[in-house]
Structures are given as C-alpha cells and as structure tokens.
C-alpha cells in the first residue's frame, strides 16, 4: 500500500459512498430499517457500522481516540443525519489520505483492539489495508440488500472511478 493508492481508495470510498447512499435514499426509512438478516441487521445497521468504524479508525490514525460502546453502536436514527454524517467523513478520509507519505505508511501504529483486547503495533499501511478492505466488505453487504429490495445501485467497479482512468 502507497500514499498514491490510499489516495485513490479514499476517493473511490467518497464516490461510491455517496451513490449508495443515493440508492438507499429511495427507500422509505422503514424498508432501510428492516432487518434483513444480515451481519448487522438493516440497511441502516450496516451503515451505521461503516460509520462507527470509520470513526474509530480514523481517531486511531489521527491520534484522536474514538469513544464507543460496541460495534452494532447506532450513531444516527436519523437517516439524512447519518448521510450528512458520512459525507463529512469521506472529506476528513480524503483529507487524511492526502497528506499520507511512504515514511507515515511505513510507521507502526500502537493501538488496542475492541476485538481482540489486545494491543497491537503493525505498520500503518497494513492498517489502512484494512480499512478499506472492511469498508468494501460491508458495501458488498449493503449491495446485496438493495438487490433484494429491488434498488438499481449503479455500478461499483473502482476503474469506474470519474477520472482515475485519465490520468
């Protein structure tokens, strides 16, 4: 993982945030709501859990712990202010990612893990791995629901990316 490449997810994360959200938006907020069974219930659910999480990876990577209670936290009911909410991460994301350079993603970060309860100390980049990689599992949990409830999402592919194929 390179400064470049965490650049570019953090944008992909932007862009393909906002077109799920977008798609989930056409739902009535009882239909986000619903339990559907999966890891983390709802529509709703799993996006308040990308949320939190990203809340607590970013705090560990900026040096600014993230209180929680739990994974399943719902930070929001409300969905326009979890949209707003995420909105607001995927620029302070984007921002942080910008600033990254090879030494930063070849560090070590020490931080204690609400899983594991232990503390662990791998370099950054592998972190940031991470945490791309778990934001795209849960979207490819929150693609499926919308499949079910029978919401065109658009396409998710990261070369779709507007303007990653120009440069």
Not at 96 to 104: N, S
């Amino acid at each position: 993982m390179r400064a470049e490449h965490t650049r570019v997810l953090a944008a992909y994360n932007a862009w393909i945030n906002d077109k799920l959200y977008a798609a989930c938006a056409t739902l009535p907020d009882e239909e986000r709501k619903r339990n559907r069974g999966a890891f983390f219930g709802s529509i709703h659910g799993t996006l308040n859990h990308l949320l939190l999480a990203d809340s607590i990876w970013m705090g560990r990577f900026e040096g600014k712990p993230f209180a929680f209670r739990g994974l399943d936290q719902e930070l929001f009911a409300s969905f326009d202010e979890l949209r707003a909410q995420r909105r607001e991460m995927d620029a302070r994301i984007e921002r942080w990612a910008g600033g990254l350079t090879e030494a930063a993603l070849d560090a070590k970060l020490e931080f204690k893990s609400a899983l594991t309860k232990k503390t662990h100390a791998p370099t950054l980049w592998k972190l940031v791995a991470h945490f791309f990689n778990h934001q795209t599992h849960h979207r490819g949990q929150i693609t499926t629901l919308l499949s079910q409830a029978q919401v065109d999402y658009g396409v998710t592919d990261l070369f779709l990316l507007p303007g990653l194929l120009e440069s």
